[in-house]
């Protein structure tokens, strides 16, 4: 590909695939947009590359849609082959996948004349800000330039525990990622199994093991050891949450709070040589946040409405409070709150549930509450050292396999992405104040090394975690890819106006 393309997109998981829809659905002509993707299919990613039956989405397919402005697009799909799908439903995760690629190739098919994209199956190892541009290495040799770039690099495999493993790890017993290609080969029907962490990533690892008849016992372990709530069974309505009036007025008092600062530093300034703060003093505490968000449930459910509503109606102003939040406080959020936050906002279906609940009656899942202090590896199996939760002496635990259901890696600087390591070691991008992902602007441009945007690169989703925090789910990316993909219209100059879509979208 000689050319030099409009906007290059590496990664096609869900967030490079809305991204690219929505670029050819809001651009005239001329646009050449390349998605660039190492994976055999377009829009699966981790999230959706499962080919099991049993792992559903943990959204209803009411609110799954990829277009903002059409918040049924993806139930209308769904219902062509099953008409009477309802809007609670908790669809195949393999089946939206399967959406996500009708989504983009529908767009390509309705893209304006001049408007194209194509697709390279490579892996980008490398990218530099040109000045005019950016361009990219391959791991094929090639190369391509283009006037913008975006990383949408979706979630990166779990990290290993930072524990002596005992040889453990560059064995056949240790398998990193419940989703890489055939890691769950070589684990015996009756073997009994360490899944490390008890989240959505587990249950599907639990649910993928049974599909392949395993009988053996199952451990879960995880610091709480807790397990993510249940949504609602469809049919159990409640009366719909509120709005949630408290946790707006915590907003607006912190907004006169920050104000009130920055006036008070404007002042100081005026009065002295000394440079203003480069960001407000922010008064607000997570223990607010906390007390606030509990009030709101508490007055929702007397209200009688269901808590999980309560909570969902918390979400528009999740990433505002975020960012109001000091480093400090965010902190003292992902050490002592965390766990569960997450339980309650990422719920299973009901129907994940109840098998669940069935594999833990007839004792063949059992949590664990503790850490992993070390494993040893022996010739007949794995030796796990925990110390459980509340406990000081260690106990040892015997296993066939132990399989990492931690989730994404959290941390930037233990990513082996080459991408990410060169563009840190140059100074073209640094890591958020977390440590989480990428430092980005408002619009989603990279930062470099001293804080300035890039006016080629970008990144959404999962990489700006620690920026936003909720940031990887389907209602969070699809609201990005919009945003993002109309300002690179508007920068590149080939942008229709936002309230017009293409004659006859999908």
């Not at 304006?112 to 194509?118: D, T």
């Not at 453990?168 to 769950?184: D, F, V």
Request: charged share 25%; hydrophobic share 40%.
């Amino acid at each position: 590909m000689n050319l030099r393309q409009d906007v290059i997109i590496i990664g096609a998981g869900a967030s490079g695939t809305l991204l690219a829809a929505c670029l050819l659905r809001g651009a005239r002509a001329p646009l050449r947009v390349t998605l660039v993707e190492r994976g055999e299919r377009i829009g699966r990613g981790v999230a959706y590359s499962t080919t099991s039956a049993r792992h559903l989405l943990n959204v209803p397919a009411g609110r799954m849609s990829a277009w903002v402005e059409e918040p049924e697009h993806f139930l209308r799909w769904l219902r062509e082959e099953a008409p009477q799908t309802p809007p609670s439903a908790f669809a195949e995760r393999r089946r939206y996948g399967q959406y996500l690629e009708a989504v983009l190739k529908e767009a390509a098919r309705r893209a304006a004349p001049g408007v194209h994209l194509e697709t390279v199956r490579d892996e980008v190892t490398a990218a530099v800000d040109t000045g005019d541009g950016v361009t990219l290495t391959l791991a094929s040799g090639a190369t391509l330039e283009a006037r913008g770039a975006v990383l949408a690099l979706g979630n990166a495999l779990p990290a290993d525990l930072r524990v002596p493993d005992g040889r453990l790890y560059a064995s056949a017993r240790y398998h990193r990622s419940p989703w890489s290609p055939g890691a769950m080969e070589g684990i015996g029907p009756e073997e009994p199994v360490l899944l490390i962490g008890t989240g959505l990533t587990m249950v599907d690892t639990v649910l993928s093991l049974g599909e392949r008849g395993h009988r053996g016992r199952v451990h879960a372990l995880s610091r709480h050891g807790l397990l993510p709530h249940v949504h609602r069974a469809s049919g159990a309505g409640a009366p719909a949450a509120a709005e949630p009036l408290r946790i707006r007025e915590l907003l607006r008092s912190v907004r006169r709070e920050m104000d009130r600062c920055r006036h008070a530093e404007a002042a100081t300034h005026a009065a002295s040589s000394q440079e203003p703060c480069a960001a407000p003093f922010s008064t607000l505490r997570i223990r607010d946040v906390l007390r606030a968000m509990r009030q709101e449930v508490d007055a929702q459910v007397a209200a009688g409405a269901d808590w999980r509503a309560a909570v969902d109606a918390l979400r528009p102003v999740t990433t505002p409070l975020w960012q109001r939040l000091t480093d400090a406080e965010r902190q003292r959020f992902l050490r002592h709150l965390r766990a569960h936050w997450e339980v309650h906002r990422h719920r299973m279906a009901p129907e994940i549930h109840a098998a669940l609940e069935g594999w833990r009656r007839e004792g063949r899942l059992l949590l664990h509450a503790g850490r992993v202090l070390g494993f040893q590896l022996e010739p007949d199996g794995v030796t796990a050292r925990l110390r459980p939760r509340g406990q000081r002496e260690p106990q040892a635990l015997r296993v066939g396999h132990v399989i990492n259901c931690t989730g994404p890696e959290s941390s930037l600087s233990s990513r082996s992405q080459p991408l990410l390591r060169g563009l840190l070691e140059a100074g073209q991008a640094r890591a958020d104040a977390l440590g989480m992902g990428l430092a980005t602007a408002g619009d989603g441009a990279v930062l470099d090394a001293r804080g300035r945007p890039s006016a080629h690169l970008f990144t959404l989703g999962p990489p700006r975690r620690g920026d936003l925090w909720e940031t990887t789910a389907v209602p969070e990316i699809r609201a990005q890819a919009r945003d993002l993909a109309d300002h690179l219209l508007r920068h590149l100059g080939t942008s229709r106006s936002a309230a017009t879509p293409a004659p006859g979208a999908p």
